[in-house]
Structure formats: structure tokens, C-alpha cells
T-cell receptor
Framework: AQSVTQPDIHITVSEGASLELRCNYSYGATPYLFWYVQSPGQGLQLLLKYFSGDTLVQGIKGFEAEFKRSQSSFNLRKPSVHWSDAAEYFCAVGAGSSASKIIFGSGTRLSIRP | ETGVTQTPRHLVMGMTNKKSLKCEQHLGHNAMYWYKQSAKKPLELMFVYSLEERVENNSVPSRFSPECPNSSHLFLHLHTLQPEDSALYLC?????????????FGNGTRLTVT
């Protein structure tokens, strides 16, 4: 069965600094990979997804993520964070063809230091 | 503005009450989902409906009863809940039930069981 781990529960970075959020997955084949963001009081919004092809994927709000098969990782990056990026970030992995097979990580809460 | 609307935003109920959560999607999607989000736990899939038919029930206690009268509306009927059922309940929809259809989430209903 697939699983996903987000090792960092809470990260604080300064506004304007670069950001990398870690995500590791476990799955026997090439998985579907997703990053979602949840702002306070809101639902989850899809930032980006990887299904196949180019291992560096671009998403909304200036985020990107890189799929590294050898490390079973799909880390999320942003070169310069803004105060509005403060939120909870969820990595998710999907196996099979049904969206009901998407497993979400426990999330990483991002705080921005002024 | 989200294309998935959930009401109410907040709900407090006693253990003997009966209440319902409502979800409406304005995106023309064919699949709808209920998720439970508890503090410090990964998002848990509860139910999946595709074209108004329930296609997945992830071992959810019978005190939670879903209803999907049409492809735009999804309800979660609640009765004799327990305090541990307190959580954020998120509704989502997707174009189809396949993995390549992104999930669109509502803002959730924050449920407190007293």
C-alpha cells in the first residue's frame, strides 16, 4: 500500500527567503503526486501535480516541485516566499486509477517571519 | 470564491441530536467526496459518489449517513455522534472519479460534538 510522509510539522521562514517542504512517499510503481495548500478557515487547493514526463513541475502561486524517483521524494519549493504563503501544505500520493486512492500526508504548517 | 459551497460553516451538536451537512458544487462535476480532517491526523476519505452512486465507503460508522440526490448536491446526515467525531468535514468534487481529475474542496464545516 502507498504511504506519504511529511517529516516537518512546522517550518518558519523569513519573508523573501527560499522555501523547501519535504515529502517522501512509498509506492511500488510511479505514483501520482500532488501538493495542496490550505489557508486558515478554508479548504484545500491544488498547487501542482505530477503524473508523468518532466520531473520538475510548475504550479500556481510560483511554486514548483521535483519528482526524484531514486529518493522517493516530491519536495515543494518556492524561491521567495510572501506573507500570504503562510498556510498548511499537504503532499498526497495516488495509486491506481481512482481519485479515492489518494493518500494525504499529515501536513506541514508554514509560518512567515516578517 | 470556491465552486464548492458547504453549509453550515460551524455546527455544535449534542450527542443525541440529528443534523445534516450540505455540500453544493457549481462546477458541473460528476464525482463528490466527504473527507474528515482531525487535528494532527491525515485527511481521511469517508465516502465517494460518482454519478450519484456511492462507489466507496471507507468503513465509516453508521452514525454518518451520506446522501447524493443529484450530481450537484451531497449531504452528510449525522445522528448520535461521539465527541471524537468533532472535526472539520470537507466536501470535494472532481470532474470524474479518475486520478487525473483534480479535487476541488469546499471550505468545510467545523463540527463540535458536546
Amino acid at each position: 500500500a502507498q504511504s506519504v510522509t511529511q517529516p516537518d510539522i512546522h517550518i518558519t521562514v523569513s519573508e523573501g527567503a527560499s522555501l523547501e517542504l519535504r515529502c517522501n512517499y512509498s509506492y511500488g510503481a510511479t505514483p501520482y503526486l500532488f501538493w495542496y495548500v490550505q489557508s486558515p478557515g478554508q479548504g484545500l487547493q491544488l498547487l501542482l501535480k505530477y503524473f508523468s514526463g518532466d520531473t520538475l513541475v510548475q504550479g500556481i502561486k510560483g511554486f514548483e516541485a521535483e519528482f526524484k524517483r531514486s529518493q522517493s521524494s516530491f519536495n515543494l519549493r518556492k524561491p521567495s516566499v510572501h506573507w500570504s504563503d503562510a498556510a498548511e501544505y499537504f503532499c498526497a500520493v495516488g495509486a491506481g486509477s481512482s481519485a479515492s486512492k489518494i493518500i494525504f500526508g499529515s501536513g506541514t504548517r508554514l509560518s512567515i517571519r516578517p | 470564491e470556491t465552486g464548492v459551497t458547504q453549509t453550515p460553516r460551524h455546527l455544535v451538536m449534542g450527542m443525541t441530536n440529528k443534523k445534516s451537512l450540505k455540500c453544493e458544487q457549481h462546477l458541473g462535476h460528476n464525482a463528490m467526496y466527504w473527507y474528515k480532517q482531525s487535528a494532527k491526523k491525515p485527511l481521511e476519505l469517508m465516502f465517494v459518489y460518482s454519478l450519484e452512486e456511492r462507489v466507496e465507503n471507507n468503513s465509516v460508522p453508521s452514525r454518518f449517513s451520506p446522501e447524493c440526490p443529484n450530481s450537484s448536491h451531497l449531504f452528510l446526515h449525522l445522528h448520535t455522534l461521539q465527541p471524537e467525531d468533532s472535526a472539520l468535514y470537507l466536501c470535494a468534487s472532481s470532474q470524474g472519479p479518475g486520478m487525473d481529475s483534480p479535487l476541488h474542496f469546499g471550505n468545510g464545516t467545523r463540527l463540535t460534538v458536546t
